[in-house]
């Protein structure tokens, strides 16, 4: 069964580091989300992409982060500088259609940030 | 106000037994998707069971169903004969066609633990 695959799974980093988080979404999928989850809270909308471009962001996706689609398979997420408050699973997820069809979400990758 | 309600921070089943996990919603959306995801203790959020606004009958997959009520705004996960790889944070998630066209909007969570 075709999946959203993630990498690295655990990324520790210093605080004023630059990292790339990857995901690789379902081939035929369209649509790509990043989410964030702080350790114990809630699951938190950062970014939608389609089309080669952002469709909607969320107040946290401030200018630290930026997302690419650099090639037909990946889908990055950077953050430029990172803060001790970065630290949190990060989650990307694709799905089919807009709207209100379902996402699907890779296994997520954890910043640690020091 | 909260889009999404889930007011049992935990729950404890004993294994076989069936059990419902419970959510209620805030929308004025009126097309919108429901969605419960399943997060282990390893962390990957894992996809169960949607509801379309729209659905005559209530989802089900497998073990899952989703008690689908609209008057009453709620979008209960019911889990049959539990098992011991059911513990798990468990999350009720919501998009709305219009208002929130890309994002899934998730509640706080339902921590189940399964007895053996």
């Known amino acids: 069964e075709p999946e959203v695959t993630q990498t690295p799974s655990h990324q520790v980093t210093q605080m004023g580091q630059e990292v790339i988080l990857r995901c690789v979404p379902i081939?035929?999928?369209?649509?790509f989300y990043w989410y964030r989850q702080i350790l114990g809270q809630k699951v938190e909308f950062l970014v939608s992409f389609y089309n080669n471009e952002i469709s909607e962001k969320s107040e946290i996706f401030d200018d630290q982060f930026s997302v690419e689609r650099p090639d037909g398979s990946n889908f990055t997420l950077k953050i430029r500088s990172t803060k001790l408050e970065d630290s949190a699973m990060y989650f990307c997820?694709?799905?089919?259609?807009?709207?209100?069809?379902?996402?699907?979400f890779g296994p997520g990758t954890r910043l640690t940030v020091l | 106000a909260q889009k999404i309600t889930q007011t049992q921070p935990g729950m404890f089943v004993q294994e076989k037994e069936a059990v419902t996990l419970d959510c209620t919603y805030d929308?004025?959306?009126?097309?919108?998707?429901l969605f419960w995801y399943k997060q282990p203790s390893s962390g990957e959020m894992i996809f169960l069971i949607y509801q379309g606004s729209y659905d005559q009958q209530n989802a089900t997959e497998g073990r899952y169903s989703l008690n689908f009520q609209k008057a009453r705004k709620s979008a209960n996960l019911v889990i049959s004969a539990s098992q011991l790889g059911d513990s798990a944070m468990y999350f009720c998630?919501?998009?709305?066609?219009?208002?929130?066209?890309?994002?899934?909007?998730f509640g706080p969570g339902t921590s189940l633990s399964v007895i053996p």
């Open positions: 998630a919501m998009r709305e066609e219009q208002t929130s066209y890309d994002k899934v909007i």
């Open positions: 929308t004025s959306d009126p097309s919108y998707g």
């Open positions: 997820a694709s799905s089919a259609s807009g709207g209100a069809g379902t996402q699907y």
């Open positions: 081939s035929n999928h369209l649509y």
